[in-house]
């Protein structure tokens, strides 16, 4: 991508009270690009989208590192400074929009507040003409905005929340999980739905997943985080096609030994994710990492973000060109 960024990381670091879960990240996401963020439960990737959008729960903070929008420092914003944009520049789609609607309003009347919230002086007509219009442009009857939460099938109440997201064109759009809670076929319908808006609306898309599958499909760029560090970020068809973290290699091995036809051992990567606060001095993944090149650099010191072609990677001795897994 060229030009300047719209969404820019620069060493980033959050914590939950004095513990640190995202530790110096540096990404940037440019307008109309699609990143998809992977990594293992607990690797950080949803404190990563809740402090872009300024949700990060009670006893969270950026402690370190800029985030910033067109060049504007998102961290030091104040609560009414982040009401003025939330929703309106950069909008978020819920892992579980069950748990994201209010169950006792209709669809059409929280589609309504959402669009109140930055059109105030708008008549009552024109706001359920847009609201209307909204559930429309995501495949929803507007007759069915009298419908409750628990009247709705998973996948209707997802594009709800796709609708709500992008009812004012917002510049950044941030899916934590927006599928995993939907069988395939629906997951499939909402992915395609969500990419058409996207690309209609020209906004850039933040996307959380712990699907390889649909990261590699739907998104152009891949970062993997893991323990709250980011250990590689490159093309999505090179970091996923071809790695060159040790990591990213380990967790590929394990989704395609799922499309073997003949029932075997699934690979796994051997001990567990370092817990908050206690990732290892060096390398955050030289305690499980296999690779036979591994030495005491490895743990001595943090390696940094290392351009090797079209990806970066943190590894100092990362896996060759073409590597398979």
Same mark, same amino acid.
């Given at each position: 991508m060229t030009g300047a960024a719209l969404l820019t990381l620069e060493a980033l670091s959050v914590a939950y009270h004095e513990t640190v879960v995202l530790d110096r990240v540096d990404l940037a996401l440019h307008g109309g690009e699609r990143l998809g963020v992977v990594g293992e439960t607990g690797s950080g990737k949803t404190t990563l989208a809740l402090a872009a959008i300024g949700m990060l729960p009670r006893g969270g903070r950026v402690v370190g590192g800029r985030l910033?929008?067109?060049?504007r420092d998102l961290a030091r914003l104040s609560e009414r400074e982040w009401r003025t944009i939330r929703g309106r520049e950069i909008a978020f789609v819920h892992q579980d929009a069950s748990t994201a609607l209010d169950p006792v309003k209709?669809?059409?009347?929280?589609?309504?507040? *959402?669009?109140?919230?930055?059109?105030? &002086?708008?008549?009552?007509?024109?706001?359920? +003409? $847009?609201a209307a219009a909204a559930l429309e442009e995501v495949g929803i009857p507007g007759a069915r905005s009298t419908a409750y939460p628990h009247e709705c099938s998973g996948g209707m109440r997802q594009r709800v929340a796709i609708a709500m997201a992008l009812v004012h064109r917002p510049r950044l759009v941030i899916a934590?999980?927006?599928?995993?809670?939907l069988d395939v076929t629906t997951q499939a319908q909402v992915l395609r739905l969500l990419e058409a808006l996207v690309e209609e609306v020209g906004a850039a898309l933040l996307m959380i997943s712990h699907d390889l599958g649909v990261v590699s499909a739907f998104c152009e760029t891949t970062a993997?985080?893991?323990?709250?560090q980011l250990l590689e970020i490159g093309p999505a068809g090179q970091?996923?096609?071809?790695?060159?973290?040790?990591?990213? *290699?380990?967790?590929?091995?394990?989704? &395609?030994?799922?499309?073997?036809?003949?029932? +075997? $051992?699934?690979?796994?990567?051997?001990?567990?994710?370092?817990?908050?606060g206690h990732a290892p001095p060096g390398c955050p993944f030289e305690p499980r990492c296999t690779n036979p090149s591994r030495d005491a650099a490895c743990v001595?010191?943090?390696p940094e973000l290392v351009a090797r072609?079209?990806?970066?990677?943190?590894?100092?001795?990362?896996?060759?060109d073409g590597a398979r897994t």
């Open positions: 910033r929008l067109d060049g209709t669809i059409g009347a929280q589609l309504v507040e *959402a669009i109140r919230i930055h059109a105030p &002086r708008s008549s009552r007509a024109e706001l359920r +003409r $847009r934590d999980e927006p599928t995993s809670a993997v985080l893991y323990a709250g970091t996923l096609g071809a790695p060159r973290h040790p990591y990213t *290699a380990g967790l590929l091995r394990s989704v &395609r030994a799922l499309a073997e036809p003949e029932l +075997r $051992r699934l690979p796994t990567i051997p001990g567990g994710v370092a817990q908050p001595a010191g943090r072609g079209p990806a970066r990677v943190a590894c100092r001795y990362p896996l060759g």
